[in-house]
Every structure is written in structure tokens, then in C-alpha cells.
């Protein structure tokens, strides 16, 4: 599962500011329970893992992503 | 003033006149205190990923709007006080949000040239970059969807099997 190359997606792409109400691409980083994938496996930058957390908050808030998801519920 | 950003999730099982009633009630309030609209986008009714007040589905409408401070408390408290209201969120646009909405109404209003150009360019960085790495990922989130339907599918072949046997 490591990956020996840890690149993070938001540098790559370019992307300056991490929508909260784009939610397939928060859910790419989340866990199938609903878990934010820390920064030690996803590769993610600080800068962007900050942003990407504070999006998923919001975007849990809105009902647009599971707190929990309903496998494990 | 400062640009703000409030999505709003309205209960899905009234009526449309009734939706559009609510949001322009809100337009009204934005209005009345000092606030200009610049967008409002309707998301329309969307399945909510858990349940709020009993509701499976919500109609969400995004309204990006201009504001001086006084006018976010107010608008707060009607969010809150309407019954009809699921959930709300206002944020702050910085900089960087602000740039990040307009390129995105830039690619709606250019539908026909612009989205077509980018998908080409992003494929090219796909390929060109990390070309493992997005394969590995497309493959894994299939392996998670699908162990869970197969295990659900052998499990209930095995339960029924079992009752046969006891009778």
C-alpha cells in the first residue's frame, strides 16, 4: 500500500484553494469509514492537508460527506 | 466588505414555490442590510450522506454575496430560526477562494472550448507525470467497492444454506 514516491495531488494539479463543496474529490481522501487519510500515507503537502482537512469539516457539516459511513455504521 | 459564501440546505419535501419563497426571502434580507448579490446557485435537490431531521434529501443553494460584518450576524440568526433550514454555512472567501470562483464561472460561461482544452492538458500531465500512481489509485477504489459486494452476496447464500440444513 506505501508508496515509495509521495507526491501530493493539490501541488501536482496546481490547485491553490481546496473546494469544500467538491465533495468526490474530498472523498478521495478520506477512508471508506469516513476517516481523513493522514498526511503520512496520502503524500499531501502541509499546506494542502491543512486546507484539505478544514474542507472535509465543512463538507461533513453540509451533509455532503459521511461523518461515519453507513458500512460501518 | 468582504466577499462571503453561504450554502444553505432547505427541506426537500416542500414545495418548489415554497423553496423559492425561502431563498428569496434570504435575498431579501441580503439586500435590505447593505449586502449586494453576485451569484446564486442552485444545486437542487441532492441525497444528504446522513440523515438530518429525519430527512434523506436536502435542496442545497449556494449564494456568494458581498457584506459588511453586521449583516452575517443577522443573516445567521434567520438561517437558525427558519424551521425549514437543515444546515447552513457561511464562509469567508479569501484570495485564493475568490480566484478559485472565478476560474470555475469562466468554464461554466465557456462551456464549449475551455472544459475540453483542460481535459487534454490534464491527461497529458497524467500520463506524462506519474502514470503508475493514477492507475494504482483507480484500481484500488474499485477493489474496496467491490469486497463489499461480493462478501454481501456470499453471506446470504451461506445464512439460507444453513436454514436448509436445520430443517
Not at chain 1, 26 to 37: A, D, H, N, P
Not at chain 1, 51 to 72: C, D, F, G, N
Not at chain 2, 80 to 102: M, P, S
Not at chain 2, 108 to 120: F, Q
Request: hydrophobic fraction near 30%; glycine fraction near 4%.
Amino acid at each position: 500500500m506505501m508508496k515509495k514516491k509521495r507526491i501530493c495531488r493539490f501541488c501536482e494539479d496546481n490547485i491553490k484553494y481546496v473546494d469544500f463543496r467538491d465533495e468526490k474529490k474530498l472523498l478521495r481522501f478520506t477512508t471508506e469509514q469516513g476517516k481523513i487519510i493522514p498526511r503520512r500515507t496520502s503524500g499531501t503537502c502541509a499546506k494542502h492537508q491543512r486546507q484539505l482537512v478544514k474542507a472535509i469539516k465543512r463538507a461533513r457539516h453540509l451533509a455532503l460527506i459521511p461523518y461515519v459511513s453507513e458500512m460501518t455504521r | 466588505m468582504k466577499t462571503y459564501e453561504s450554502v444553505v440546505v432547505i427541506d426537500s419535501l416542500l414545495k418548489s414555490e415554497e423553496i423559492d419563497g425561502i431563498i428569496e426571502k434570504f435575498e431579501r434580507i441580503i439586500n435590505n442590510n447593505g449586502g449586494i448579490i453576485k451569484e446564486i446557485d442552485r444545486w437542487g435537490k441532492k441525497r444528504l450522506a446522513y440523515e438530518v431531521k429525519k430527512r434523506q434529501y436536502g435542496y442545497y443553494v449556494d449564494i456568494v454575496f458581498e457584506a459588511p460584518a453586521n449583516l452575517i450576524n443577522i443573516l445567521e440568526k434567520e438561517f437558525g430560526l427558519d424551521e425549514n433550514v437543515l444546515r447552513y454555512l457561511t464562509v469567508h472567501l479569501n484570495k485564493r477562494a475568490l480566484q478559485h470562483h472565478q476560474q470555475l464561472q469562466i468554464e461554466k460561461t465557456e462551456v464549449d472550448k475551455v472544459p475540453v482544452d483542460n481535459i487534454e492538458i490534464n491527461n497529458e500531465l497524467e500520463n506524462s507525470d506519474d502514470f503508475t500512481d493514477t492507475t494504482e489509485d483507480t484500481t484500488e477504489i474499485d477493489d474496496e467497492k467491490k469486497p463489499f459486494l461480493d462478501s454481501n452476496e456470499t453471506e446470504e447464500p451461506t445464512e439460507s444454506e444453513d436454514i436448509e440444513e436445520q430443517v
